[in-house]
């Protein structure tokens, strides 16, 4: 399955942005579907993840509260809907996907991967 992400952009504190990731060649339907980012000097962190149905999501304490993770499996899409930004959100930020998972914040648990968008909050 090939992903590509989309969506990013510079916005100010407290704005809003909604990510989407693509999938082709196969349907995303059968895939766990992951978003992780990786900041300036940073190392790359997972963020959501969301289950094959949409019935389970997972978050990284830092933006809990603030992003949504979602998917149209009839479109072959996930979303992350970012809201309340703050400056440390600027990263590129890459969708994933993995057929089997054992722990979805693990990085390695996921085979396929985005190019990644770049979404930079401005103070």
């Known amino acids: 399955v090939q992903l590509q992400a989309s969506g990013g952009g510079l916005v100010q504190t407290g704005d809003s942005l909604r990510l989407s990731c693509a999938a082709s060649?196969?349907?995303?339907?059968?895939?766990?579907m992951g978003w992780f980012r990786q900041g300036p000097g940073k190392e790359r962190e997972f963020v959501a993840a969301i289950s094959r149905t949409g019935g389970n999501t997972y978050y990284v304490d830092s933006v809990k509260g603030r992003f949504t993770i979602s998917r149209d499996n009839a479109k072959n899409t996930v979303f992350l809907q970012m809201n309340i930004t703050k400056p440390e959100d600027t990263a590129v930020y890459h969708c994933?996907?993995?057929?089997?998972?054992?722990?979805?914040?693990?990085?390695?648990?996921?085979?396929?991967w985005g190019q990644g968008t770049l979404v930079t909050v401005s103070s």
């Open positions: 060649g196969r349907a995303s339907s059968p895939y766990v």
């Open positions: 994933a996907a993995a057929l089997l998972v054992g722990e979805v914040r693990n990085q390695r648990e996921y085979a396929y």
